[in-house]
């Protein structure tokens, strides 16, 4: 089955040796995310998050040169293990945000020993879908995600490096 795409949407999708627990605990533990969220040599260097429907994120990421960028959101849908959903169109408790952005839907979904992770993100407008790409989104979502897993491996005997990723 094919989904049909948005063109609005980006999509990337890849198998990681760990179960989806441990996946969704990478995306939702403050001491984790610091780790792995952003692809080196940027590194994320703060990150606050309040894991409930309507509860804020806060994650700042920093660039080679030092720069600072921060990254506020709110998470639309959590079931735990499973999905988070989360939008920058609001900042804090349904604040709107200056300037929506992306919403994304990760899903964490058991296949075999592992997870396939997936990350749907939908922009606002296919111009901020463009943006996202040339900003280097497959190769960013990529790196990161092979990071996650590195991270989470030692914590599952046996488990190696992410799999196969694939990006749409």
């Known amino acids: 089955m094919t989904d049909a795409i ?3 949407e980006l999509v990337f999708t890849c198998h990681m040796p760990v179960p989806p627990h441990l996946v969704y605990r990478g995306w939702t533990d403050p001491a984790l995310l610091v ?4 692809p080196a040599p940027w590194k994320t260097v703060k990150a606050e998050v309040d894991v409930r429907p309507g509860g804020s ?7 080679p040169e030092g720069q600072r960028v921060p990254n506020r959101g709110v998470y639309l849908d ?6 988070l959903v989360i939008t920058d169109a609001f900042t804090s408790a349904w604040e709107p945000s200056p300037k929506a952005f992306m919403t994304v839907v990760l899903t964490f979904t058991p296949e075999g020993s592992g997870t396939r992770y997936t990350a749907r993100v939908q922009h606002w407008s296919e111009s901020d879908r463009e943006s996202h790409e040339e900003m280097g989104f497959h190769h960013g979502w990529g790196a990161a995600a092979k990071q996650l ?3 989470l491996a030692p914590l599952v005997p ?4 992410a799999g196969e990723d694939t990006a749409v």
Do not use: C, H, K
């Open 6 to 8: 948005d063109p609005r």
């Open 35 to 38: 780790q792995w969220f952003t």
């Open 57 to 63: 994120n806060y994650i700042e990421m920093e660039s």
């Open 78 to 83: 959590v079931v735990p293990n499973e999905r």
């Open 149 to 151: 897993a590195a991270l």
């Open 158 to 161: 046996g488990a190696g490096a």
